[in-house]
């Protein structure tokens, strides 16, 4: 990644009409359909945007969104990076540095998780207050960061504290339920154990997934406030762990699906 590099993908993005977007927003897993809810959109497919990260064959839905959410603009990825497939850190953050250089002033993020508090029940959000990266890595851990930005990025507040107020008035006045608490990243594709999920919950996590802590530590190095939800699709019981069924998972996402939208969209019109 160099700075050249950025600067193609961002000029080719502004030449396609993405005009200086004041919202990001990451949709997770099952989540894509926050999209539909965009006037006006613009589409760049991830395959055509220079220097983005090479798209694998099950990616190839994956585009970047420019339109207006109530009468914001906004620019949404429909489809994230893991390393899961096999990308590695700087690619699945490259996106989040496009978004920051198209001139976004906040981050919001969504995925799907295990609940691994089992107050929580599937179905559930959760509103990421913390989090654990257990990735084995770091998105700033390369050559030249510091020309990017400060290396040693403080994270003693990483989830943006004023959105977070305002997601948890808006859930209670919308009769939606809002948990709240710590998500944990690994790499994946695999599951859990059942000694992983004890040892998630000794160690702290309410929720597990696979995605959005890289991303969140690159929006800090950035200076980006960000404010990042989980939909919980499946309780992470070690005394009672079923085999893990990837249809239900995306059922259940999608399920939730409206709920999210609602906080979002209430969210963008509140900013
Ligand atoms: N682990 C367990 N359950 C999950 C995950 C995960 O990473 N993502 C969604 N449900």
Redesign the pocket.
């Known amino acids: 990644m160099t700075k050249k590099q950025l600067e193609e993908s961002v000029n080719y993005l502004i030449n396609k009409g993405f005009d200086n977007p004041e919202i990001g927003i990451v949709l997770g897993t099952g989540l894509g359909k926050l999209v539909d809810e965009i006037k006006d959109p613009i589409e760049a497919h991830y395959n055509h945007i220079p220097f983005f990260p090479l798209a694998t064959v099950e990616f190839h839905t994956g585009k970047l969104v420019f339109g207006t959410i109530e009468d914001k603009k906004v620019v949404v990825m429909q489809g994230r990076f893991h390393l899961y497939e096999g990308y590695d850190f700087l690619d699945i953050t490259y996106p989040i540095r496009i978004m920051h250089l198209l001139g976004i002033k906040q981050l919001f993020i969504s995925n799907?998780?295990?609940a691994i508090n089992l107050e929580f029940k599937k179905g559930d959000m959760m509103l990421i207050e913390d989090h654990l990266n257990l990735q084995g890595g770091s998105p700033l851990a390369f050559k030249g960061v510091a020309e990017f930005g400060e290396r040693f990025t403080d994270m003693s507040e990483p989830y943006d504290l004023e959105m977070r107020q305002k997601l948890i008035e808006i859930a209670k006045e919308n009769d939606i339920s809002l948990q709240k608490g710590v998500y944990a990243s690994?790499v994946?594709p695999q599951?859990?154990t059942k000694a992983e999920y004890r040892m998630l919950k000794i160690i702290g996590a309410d929720a597990?997934?696979?995605s959005t802590v890289p991303e969140v530590i690159v929006a800090n190095h950035l200076g980006l406030p960000i404010v990042a939800v989980s939909v919980l699709?499946?309780e992470?019981d070690p005394d009672n762990l079923k085999p893990?069924d990837i249809a239900e998972?995306i059922e259940i996402a999608g399920a939730t699906e409206p709920k999210m939208v609602k906080l979002f969209r209430e969210l963008i019109k509140q900013l």
Do not use: K, P, R
Request: proline share 0%; glycine share 20%.
């Open positions: 799907a998780a295990g690994v994946g599951l859990e597990v997934g696979m699709t499946d992470c893990v998972i």
